[in-house]
């Protein structure tokens, strides 16, 4: 027996996350698999599918300047609506919680093809923060007739919001696309002659932290780099100017800001090696971090990897000058702290997701074909 499985990407997170799920699918006599691009992030999905040598078989290329969330959730649902059609699949892949997850389980709902959620069931319990994520992932989990959870934490949520479909803890896939990449680290030109400083990664990105509370993180930067004179923030640069323009604004010249165009996966994960912690507001680098034992401070006032905050190799800072500021310097000149937050196992597995998705997928089909 051979099933057809389709996968869907859109964005750079969700390619990271399902390229060692595709891998480990394509290997086995079960399955035959197709990988569809949304085109909801363009080249820098391309550039992490040809990282892990997977072969695309078609890109929607639904992104065009200035699009709202309505009409990329529309375009996703009529393109695949023909995909379906013509390429019709005995399940549908789906990670995370992005507009194209949401968008492309809901294409496959309506044409009565079983989803399976890759990373199910985080939640904020505020469905605003983040937006729009946290309401995507309360959908698809309606949808989901498996969902594969990576945490307990996650499961935890999934059966309190009552749902149906069968729940399994997994361990994240990101963790596998670490296990499977980490050989090709290299060391980034820039950060060749930076051995006796300290460096921060920052990133920042989500709509909730444009405007004022960006002005706030660009504060507590200044404070920062103005009483340590060995720290240097790394900054890639998002291309959306409304978070571009002030960064540039601010750190165009300035000797303790490197400001970088966005960076590649290799390149991120390579800088993210080097540094000693980590600012963001990113849910992927509060995954992978501790793979590096870098602790991580998130600028947000509420995550769903709650595991990170448990474990205690992250915690929430929002962008409150005075936090970021008071931790940010805690963890550069207290050892005893610092190693308190690095030495902590990553609480999001040991590269075995991907394997544990495919027994139950395998499993699942079986019984639904009996």
Known sequence: MVWNVTFIIGTRPEAIKLCPLIKIFSLSNYFKSRVILT??????????????????????????QGQTLGAITQLVIKKLEIEFTENFPDMVFVQGDTTTAFASSLAAFYQKIPVAHVEAGLRTDSI??????????????????????PTDNAKNNLL???ITGEIHVTGNTVVDALCQIS?????????????DKKLILLTVHRRENWGENLQKVILAIKEIISINQDVIFFIPLHPNKIV????????????????????DYISLLSVMKKSRLILTDSGGIQEEAPSFNKPVLILRNKTERIESIESNCAKLVGCDKSKITKFVNELINNDKIYNKMSC????????????????KSIEFLKKKNN
Do not use: M, T
């Open 244 to 263: 571009r323009e002030p960064f540039l604004k601010e750190f165009l010249n300035n000797s303790q800001v490197i400001l970088s165009e966005p960076l």
């Open 183 to 195: 050989g090709k680290l290299r060391r980034i030109i820039k950060l060749k002659n930076l051995d």
């Open 160 to 162: 309190k919001s009552g």
């Open 39 to 64: 085109g909801q992030h363009s080249s820098i999905v391309h550039n992490v599918v040809e990282l892990f040598e997977i072969k695309i078989d078609d890109d929607l290329q639904i992104l065009k």
């Open 128 to 149: 605003k923060e983040p937006f729009p994520e946290e309401a995507n992932r309360r959908f698809i989990s309606q949808i989901a007739e498996l969902n594969f959870a």
């Open 344 to 359: 902590v196992p990553n609480p999001y597995g040991d590269g075995n997701a991907s394997k544990i998705i495919l027994e």
